[in-house]
T-cell receptor, first 114, second 115 residues
């Protein structure tokens, strides 16, 4: 079974600085999808960024980018120019290309200090 | 555009009571899902429906039943609530299982407490 591990339960960053959240996963599949979701105190689950495993190029969405290392099964999220509104719980998630299940990591609580 | 709507947002039950959580989506998605979120454990899949008329068990289905009423609606039922089912429940939908990299869209969650 696939597993997703986020080894940092909590992280903090100063406003305007850069922070990287770690995620590793275990799978025997060669093609799959990876996602980062953000959950602010409002409890909404908001998609931040997604990556297809067959693409070597790292995905980027404005201030958010990933470092996808397929061989190492690592999928980290970098937030540049951190803003107060970035404070939230961040979840890494995995899905097979033909499957339905999103397998989530345990989450990383990000605090942004002014 | 409401997206995924869950009702109720909060509920307190006594052990042994039954309850149905409602979920509706207006994005014409084929697939729908129910998750529970517990502290320190991320979200875990309870049941899902790949398409109208089908349902399948996820990772933690015990104590729950589901109904895919039509393409828009997917309900989750607790027949005899137990304190271990105290959690936040999320409904989600997506275009179709395995369809490209389309993400799942989530509702705002239902906080359920069982005393």
């Amino acid at each position: 079974a696939q597993t997703v591990t986020q080894s940092q339960p909590e992280m903090s960053v100063q406003e305007a600085e850069t922070v990287t959240l770690s995620c590793t996963y275990d799978t025997s599949e060669s093609d799959y999808y990876l996602f980062w979701y953000k959950q602010p105190p409002s409890r909404q689950m908001i998609l931040v960024i997604r990556q297809e495993a067959y693409k070597q190029q790292n995905a980027t969405e404005n201030r958010f980018s990933v470092n996808f290392q397929k061989a190492a099964k690592s999928f980290s999220l970098k937030i540049s120019d951190s803003q107060l509104g970035d404070a939230a719980m961040y979840f890494c998630a995995y899905r097979e290309t033909s499957g339905s299940r999103l397998t989530f990591g345990e989450g990383t609580q990000l605090t942004v200090n002014p | 555009n409401a997206g995924v709507t869950q009702t109720p947002k909060f509920q307190v039950l006594k052990t042994g009571q039954s309850m149905t959580l409602q979920c509706a989506q207006d994005m014409n998605h084929n697939s729908m899902y129910w998750y529970r979120q517990d502290p320190g454990m991320g979200l875990r899949l309870i049941y899902y429906s790949a398409s109208e008329g089908t349902t399948d068990k996820g990772e933690v289905p015990n104590g729950y039943n589901v109904s895919r009423l039509n393409k828009r609606e997917f309900s989750l039922r607790l027949e005899s609530a137990a304190p271990s089912q105290t959690s936040v429940y999320f409904c989600a939908s997506s275009e179709a299982i395995g369809y490209r990299n389309q993400p799942q869209h989530f509702g705002d969650g239902t906080r359920l407490s069982i005393l």
